[in-house]
Structure formats: structure tokens, C-alpha cells
């Protein structure tokens, strides 16, 4: 077998200590330790500078900042170092008092000024690491940086060294911030439901890429997910079944406000979406006043699109829309309301046009911006709404007239088209998306006329053909990696041969974490 080698690739500031040789790949090798080298997504700036800062006994936290999730931080870094040398857990002290051999020291700045809430710098000196942001969000995301300068093990939860070790790090001098200010994932949890808890670990594996939106898809023809206590029935029978006629189930509010609060502590902004006024049959089932026939029709565990839409020209139906944003929104502290709006086949334009400039209203009176998918465009739009690009065919000339966009082409970032032919899992409407695809390309050049007004990139994952949590992760492994990658990193350092080694360099990490990921062609998984 032919052997290949690898040259690691340089980051940032071209300098001696990224001069380290041939990596080859063979059978026997221990995954190597982490580097900068690996990190995802790739910083804005990497400075390599010379020398090792050793993490062992007697290392101490520093954390003057009163603010509880800047605790909550120092406390989550105290973790990743027990386990990665063994031993206690490093103390947090308030004040450097120089007694310490080495320490962590956190910085927030809190200055107001700071072009964005989201940058940090990370500089790992000999003696010192200092994390410095103007937010928390910063400084979590400084921590997710050095997470991943730490070897795989450290993901361990239960990790226990017959006797503590050390562990070396290179110096280096990181100044990031993203690229985008919206880095999303989104989860279908209406064609299969998913428990609370699998969708904080979907958090969790999310907010290591720093990813900042989980976009919940919370309604739809097969199910109805989120508890409105004044149209009980919603959840009753609409939330009774799912995609092959399982059993769906739903979230109380109670936890889906718990999700929420999850989510807040990882820096991710929950975005709820309830489809309307097509991918409705869930709604239409468990009340028949929302039906133009007056007839509630069958729960629905098929996976056809578009026979479904609320009756439009019924009063009660904008009543029972305003009812769902209000208790919704009440529940959100995110700034965002997801409305839907695809493949509705039952209604004139005249009629879609009229009903999605009505929801906007709704939508707006309960202190939220309306998110919709691209078919909302032909409508008139406040300049506060938010298109969101899926349809690789849609209307260019509408897109660049909209107010705001995210992108999450099909045919790029779906997670849930096949990555090949050979893929059991997934749909292939919009083709087949290979890792590569699904990184090598331009957000912000693949539209004409619309600089300035892309938020950021979402990749969504439909449920049709996934059924628990395993499902998910081997569509959304490695893609919402490279996709997060594409989200944060500057774009003059947009690079497939690179995106693909830092990409392979996340596999032992993923083993640790127990994430059933693909392991597609193409990539050094080390
Ligand atoms: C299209 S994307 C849909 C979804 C399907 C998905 C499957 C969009 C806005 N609508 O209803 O689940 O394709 O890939």
C-alpha cells in the first residue's frame, strides 16, 4: 500500500515552529496530542511563539469577574485540566498572588466598545494562560479553543490517573472573533421527536465548534412538539405520533424553557420555528375550526410535503396563530420567531402573500423578528425579517431584495442529503453532499447582490430518515464541523486542504466524546 505523509499545515504567521515534519499515517500510531494546529473553527490570527507551558499539579484558576457564567467558565476549565493531568481540581482564586507555579487567568474586559461580543484573545505564555473577551460568550469560546489544545482524554468524564501527570502545550498568541455573527445548526424534532436530553448533547457537540443558534423545527405534519396551554390539543393529538408512526411525544414548557436556559449557558440561542401556513396537518388534526372543511383530518406518519395549509381566510386561524407566538415567545428570550412559510401548494400567491404579511404583525406585536423560509421573500417584508435561503433554485432577484438572509443551500449544507450513493441514511433531493461540498464554497460570494445583508450560515438537519440520536450524529459528523469552520473563519483563509486535516484531527476527540461519526473518504482521520 502506497504510504501517505502529510505535511502539517501552517496557520497564521509563517515561523519556524510550524516546520514539523511529515505526519504518516499508520495502524500502530497513538493519536497524537493536540495542537493549534487542529483547532476548528480555525482562528482569525495564530501566532506560534517558542516554548511549552505545562499543565501539572499546583496550577490555579484566576477569576476576578463576579459575573456567574464567568464562574461557570473558570469552573469548566478547572475540569479540562483534572482531566487531562489527573489529580485535584485546580482551585479558582480571585487574585493573582503570584504564588502559583503556573495559572489560567480569565479577563473579562467588559468593554462596551469592543468591536464584537464574540472575540477573545488567548495567549499561552510559559508561565501563564490568559483568556481575555469583553463578554462571557468570549471567554467560553476562548475555553473551547483551548479544549481543543488539549488531548483527546480530557474528554473523559470519569478520567482517574493512578498518579497525576503533566501535559505540554505550545505558546502561542490566538486573536479570534468570528466571521459570522450567525452560526446555526437546526433540528427537525417534529418528523422524529427528541427527548430533552438528546438535544443538550446535540448542544453540547455544537458548542465545541462555537456555533451560536440550535434553530428548533417544532411543528410540522407529523408532529406538533411544544406545549400551548390554550390550545391544549396540540400536543394531546397533534404530538401523539411521528414519521413511521411511532410514538412523537412533545416538551412542556416547563422543558423546553429548561432547554433554553441549557442553551443560554452555551452561548446558543434557541430559535423556535412553528411551520405555517403548509406542514400544518399536526395543527389541523387536533383542531377542526382551523380546517376551511370544518373536518379535523388523520394524524399523519407519512413523508409527503405540501397537501397541508390553515385556513387562511378564518379568523380563528390568526387567533390561533397569535395565541401560539405569544405563549412561545414568552418562553424565548432569544430575539427570534420562525414561521415557516415552505411548500405551500393549496394557496394562490395572492393568498400566501396576504397570510405571511399578517404573521409578520403577529409576530412583531410579540416582540419578536420573524424568521422565514426563502418562499417568504415574495412577500412585502419589514426591514427587521429574516429570509432564510434553502431552495438552490430560488429566486435570486427576490433574495437580493430581502431585508436579511441566513444561507443554508440544500444542495451545501442540508445535513440530511446522503453524503453518496453509498449513505443509508438521508434523503437526495438536492444531491448528494460530501464533506467537501458542503465546505467549499463562498457564503458570501455565492449571491449576487446581497453583501451586507448575510447574517451567517445554518445547516439543518430534516428527520425524516433519522430516528434517535445516533442517526443524527452520523449526518451531522463531520459536516456541522466544516460547516461551523465556514461560519467562523476568516475568509481569506478558506481552504479545503486545510479545512481537511484540521478535520482529521478532531476523530480521536469524537471517539472520546462517543459521537457516531462518518468516517468519509477523502480525510486522515487520526
Ligand atoms: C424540504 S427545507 C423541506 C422540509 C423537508 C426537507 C427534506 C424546507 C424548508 N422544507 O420539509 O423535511 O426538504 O430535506
Known amino acids: 500500500m502506497k504510504r501517505v505523509a502529510i505535511w502539517t499545515v501552517c496557520i497564521g504567521l509563517v515561523t519556524t515552529a510550524c516546520a514539523r515534519g511529515p505526519r504518516a499515517k499508520g495502524p500502530q500510531r497513538t493519536p497524537p496530542a493536540a495542537t493549534w494546529n487542529d483547532i476548528m473553527p480555525l482562528p482569525a490570527s495564530v501566532e506560534p511563539r517558542s516554548g511549552r507551558f505545562t499543565l501539572g499539579a499546583g496550577i490555579v484558576i484566576v477569576s476576578s469577574a463576579t459575573d456567574p457564567a464567568v464562574s461557570r467558565i473558570a469552573g469548566q476549565i478547572a475540569e479540562l485540566v483534572r482531566r487531562t493531568v489527573g489529580g485535584s481540581r485546580p482551585g479558582i482564586v480571585s487574585s493573582n498572588d503570584e504564588q502559583s507555579s503556573t495559572r489560567i487567568v480569565l479577563v473579562l474586559t467588559n468593554d462596551p466598545s469592543a468591536a464584537d461580543s464574540e472575540s477573545y484573545d488567548l495567549t499561552v505564555a510559559e508561565k501563564e494562560i490568559t483568556m481575555r473577551a469583553s463578554s462571557a460568550a468570549g471567554l467560553f469560546y476562548a475555553m473551547q479553543t483551548f479544549r481543543q489544545m488539549l488531548p483527546y482524554w480530557c474528554e473523559y468524564e470519569a478520567v482517574s490517573f493512578p498518579q497525576p501527570r503533566t501535559f505540554s502545550i505550545d505558546t ?246 446522503k453524503y453518496d450513493e453509498a449513505t443509508a441514511l438521508g434523503l437526495h433531493w438536492a444531491g448528494y453532499v460530501s464533506q467537501r461540498q458542503a465546505y467549499d464554497w463562498d457564503p458570501a460570494g455565492s449571491l449576487e447582490g446581497t453583501a451586507g445583508k448575510i447574517l451567517g450560515i445554518e445547516a439543518p438537519l430534516w428527520s425524516e430518515t433519522v430516528a434517535n440520536m445516533r442517526d443524527v450524529e452520523y449526518l451531522a459528523f463531520p459536516r456541522v464541523a466544516l460547516v461551523a469552520d465556514l461560519g467562523w473563519a476568516p475568509a481569506s483563509q478558506h481552504n479545503w486542504s486545510k479545512a481537511r486535516l484540521r478535520l482529521g484531527g478532531q476523530s480521536s476527540r469524537w471517539t472520546a466524546l462517543g459521537v457516531n461519526f462518518y468516517r468519509g473518504p477523502d480525510i486522515e482521520w487520526r
Not at 176 to 198: K, Q, T
Not at 284 to 290: P, R, T, V
Open 172 to 417: 502561542v498568541h490566538i486573536a479570534d472573533r468570528p466571521r459570522f455573527a450567525w452560526r446555526g445548526a437546526m433540528l427537525d424534532v417534529a418528523r422524529h421527536f427528541f427527548a430533552v436530553e438528546e438535544v443538550k448533547r446535540y448542544i453540547d457537540l455544537l458548542a465545541l465548534y462555537k456555533i451560536n443558534r440550535l434553530h428548533l423545527h417544532l411543528a410540522d405534519d407529523q408532529g406538533w412538539r411544544i406545549e400551548i396551554k390554550s390550545w391544549p390539543e396540540l400536543t394531546k393529538r397533534g404530538g401523539s405520533t411521528e414519521v413511521g408512526g411511532g410514538p412523537g411525544g412533545f416538551y412542556t414548557q416547563e422543558q423546553y424553557a429548561d432547554l433554553v436556559a441549557y442553551a443560554v449557558q452555551h452561548f446558543i440561542t434557541i430559535v423556535p420555528e412553528i411551520d405555517m401556513p403548509g406542514h400544518t396537518n399536526a395543527g389541523l388534526s387536533s383542531y377542526a375550526e382551523l380546517n376551511c372543511s370544518g373536518r379535523a383530518p388523520e394524524p399523519y406518519t407519512g413523508t409527503e410535503v405540501g397537501f397541508s395549509a390553515l385556513c387562511v381566510e378564518r379568523d380563528v386561524t390568526y387567533r390561533f396563530i397569535d395565541d401560539v407566538v405569544r405563549e412561545i415567545a414568552a418562553v424565548t428570550p432569544g430575539a427570534y420567531f420562525h414561521a415557516g412559510g415552505d411548500e405551500v401548494k393549496t394557496l394562490t400567491p395572492e393568498q400566501y402573500k396576504q397570510f405571511i404579511e399578517r404573521v409578520q404583525t403577529i409576530v412583531q406585536s410579540h416582540g419578536k423578528q420573524m424568521i422565514g423560509w426563502d418562499e417568504i421573500a415574495s412577500a412585502k417584508l419589514l426591514p427587521s425579517s429574516i429570509v432564510q435561503h434553502w431552495r438552490p433554485d430560488a429566486s435570486r432577484e427576490q433574495l437580493a431584495a430581502s431585508p436579511h438572509l441566513i444561507l443554508s443551500p440544500a444542495n451545501r449544507v442540508y445535513l440530511d442529503m
